[in-house]
């Protein structure tokens, strides 16, 4: 740890605020995740990498960087690590989910700013987050006003590339997706002086890919009417992969995979027979947000799936790895990407048909619908959601929140209600 | 006034809640321009079309759709108006500007939606809007998160066209706009079974700049020390300007001019000499909603220009009239369009080169930022507008308001200090 504070101090962070959230998170984690039963035993790796997470993976992005590496910060699942990594780059999600930021945040943010735009920023201006200090570029998007506003002050400090996202999913669009994926590649090799080549495309596209395939792996798992492995823990996997190595990502969690689907041939299950299962859409949960996961799996049920960007919405679809040219990888790149159906599309029915489809594969009881305050187009969408759900007869609740912990009594209040009527069905 | 409601009722309004609305705008109206001294003659005009304002223009829209015409409605100055005339249909603008359509759009929005989304949502769906009965189609557009998820909502009671604006404005974005435009002519064309020719969209160019070059010669006159016309009436005539017949309140306000310019040579002002004039910055005003020019104009100040999408977004820069092929004209049409400055592109500098420019024009003492509560883009914006007026010595309040009174008194205050600390200097 005395190593973690010299980097932390060459990057140029502030120790002592720092070190307020240092002593928290431990805390927090112990509460939220160690107390849980029998968990997998593979779980010792994502534990690792949550205690010493502004230690070990920062200290290898600096290792990176003094062979001559670039690293790239990404905020969103819409940005395509493969052209980075095609660079040999690194791309690396950033800070973004603990009130601890927000105040940071507020000093040049609308207070009506959802909190992770609101934490990530303030993660940035109070130089409180090693990936933040790190990261020699940030990739934005035009995902939301918040994030597009946003980058602007961001990029005062540090220099920000902004891909226009088209607002539509129509065929013309995702050509201009495309269009703007051969931008941000010829932004990276500039930036890091390396040629995106087929050949590194491909390899790109398939560690990637394999990412993505061992997060697949995972979810089937949960599908299990013997549920091997918590929402809790699931969901850290989901936060921890938008910072690992992604080859090593992959390769830890197909071996915990190896063990889940061992206990399900053992019957294994990590809550009893008839626990009611709860399924998380709506807007993302950043690491260290555990809040409602915490709640749903302490009320007497357990979070099967999260149709969210720290879930479903990372992981479903694969880059097609034929394509021999950099150009028609790109175009199967932006195909996979325009199939994740986020909010701020107009319209969004394809995500009503992946909450349908969903909550049928992981045999869902209930869903709870998501919002972080201040999100207008998951809230907004949310009418549509909470209405296709009710029409169709699966109970859905609909629940708004922040980072803070004020609201936590209440939302207990209501989940617990939610599950004991869920439980009386 | 009872041709009025038999036309409210054939129209399927909801006359007994339209009527609580009908009761109050006349004494509003009354308490906030007739009030006023030493007012143009030549405002009677536009005092008689927000006298009826539910009567008279929709009466004739109905007009044009019983001789088989079309009539579209507009929420943003982004759609080109061009292309509906050319298609011989009208375009109009929608209610949206009073807090007694607030409740009807929170049945269905976030409360966290700005007021001007609330109200335009709940207009239509609590039918007590003439314009929103009327139009046979609705043009939207993707400029904000609020609307862009609201078409969704409104698209299910009426139909509804969205055009997706770019975020950015590079070279390929204002290619992009051209495409959409050609894709809305398209659009147009099939709804109305009209063909736009050159020479009709030529004509159609024609009569829109007409109007837009007759409220540039309305504000040359507010440029002037010698002020021939309050911010109140300015701000009713910007208002009147989205949906009167555009030939007629091209005439009106030209006629209007004349009065103004004679005024200016006889050196007769509506405010006495050394009056501090204030430009108001922002989101906008849309009618009936005057509180702040009210509040600034009763606290001993003028305003002489709005920066606003009710103000110079709406009619600064003219679409060239020299093309002769379709093609060429929407090219043109888009550019114009595409200098708009609105807080929905990232990034927006040539806004903040706008604010200089016209305080400059105006000869503004004081600058009054104006947001809408929940408008997140021109919250965030307004971070660098006042800083940037800041840095330039120019005076700034920074305001954020809704639909409601209950911060009148407050607000009041606070411009009040804002006037006394401008005529202390």
């Known amino acids: 740890m005395a190593d973690n504070r010299k980097m932390w101090s060459d990057l140029g962070m502030n120790l002592e605020l720092h070190d307020q959230l240092c002593e928290v998170l431990p805390q927090a984690f112990g509460d939220v995740f160690l107390s849980q039963e029998n968990r997998p035993e593979a779980m010792d790796y994502y534990n690792m990498v949550v205690a010493d997470i502004h230690g070990i993976r920062p200290a290898e992005l600096i290792e990176h960087q003094k062979k001559g590496g670039k690293v790239f910060g990404t905020f969103c699942v819409y940005v395509p690590d493969e052209v980075i990594f095609a660079a040999d780059a690194i791309a690396t999600g950033l800070c973004g989910g603990s009130q601890f930021w927000v105040p940071g945040g507020e000093k040049v943010l609308p ?6 735009i609101k934490a990530s920023v303030g993660a940035r201006l109070d130089r409180t987050c090693p990936f933040f200090r790190i990261a020699d570029m940030y990739i934005g998007e035009t995902t939301c006003d918040g994030k597009k506003k946003a980058w602007e002050i961001l990029s005062e400090d540090v220099p920000v590339y902004v891909m226009d996202l088209p607002q539509m999913k129509r065929a013309k669009d995702v050509q201009a997706w495309a269009e703007e994926i051969t931008a941000l590649k010829d932004q990276v090799e500039e930036f890091t002086g390396n040629k995106v080549t087929a050949e590194k495309l491909a390899a790109a596209i398939k560690l990637i890919n394999d990412k993505r395939r061992a997060l697949d792996r995972l979810y089937n798992c949960r599908k299990s ?5 918590s929402g809790t823990d699931a969901l850290v996997i989901s936060q921890i992969a938008f910072y690992d190595d992604p080859a090593r990502f992959a390769q830890m969690t197909n071996k915990l995979c190896d063990e889940l689907e061992q206990r399900i041939r053992d019957g294994v299950s990590v809550v009893p027979a008839g626990t009611k299962r709860i399924m998380l859409t709506g807007t993302p949960l950043a690491i260290p947000n555990w809040k409602l996961h915490n709640i749903v799996e302490t009320s007497g049920a357990v979070v099967v799936c999260e149709e969210m960007c720290t879930g479903t919405r990372y992981f479903e679809n694969l880059v097609d790895e034929t394509k021999e040219t950099v150009e028609d990888q790109i175009q199967a790149i932006a195909e996979r990407y325009m199939k994740i159906n986020c909010a701020c599309f107009t319209p969004n029915h394809g995500r009503i048909d992946d909450i ?13 619908d998501v919002n972080l305050k201040f999100c207008n187009l998951y809230d907004t969408e949310g009418y549509f959601v909470e209405r296709a759900m009710k029409e169709a007869g699966i109970p859905v609740l609909g629940i708004e929140t922040d980072y803070t912990d004020s609201d936590a009594q209440q939302l207990r209040t209501r989940i617990s209600a939610f599950v004991e009527m869920l439980n009386s069905k």
Chains 1, 2 share one sequence.
């Not at 207070?111 to 992770?116: A, R």
């Open 225 to 229: 009417e013997v549920l091997p492995i």
């Open 356 to 368: 349908f489809r969903l909550a049928k594969e992981y045999k869902v009881d209930g869903i709870i």
């Open 111 to 116: 207070v009506n700013t959802c909190p992770l």
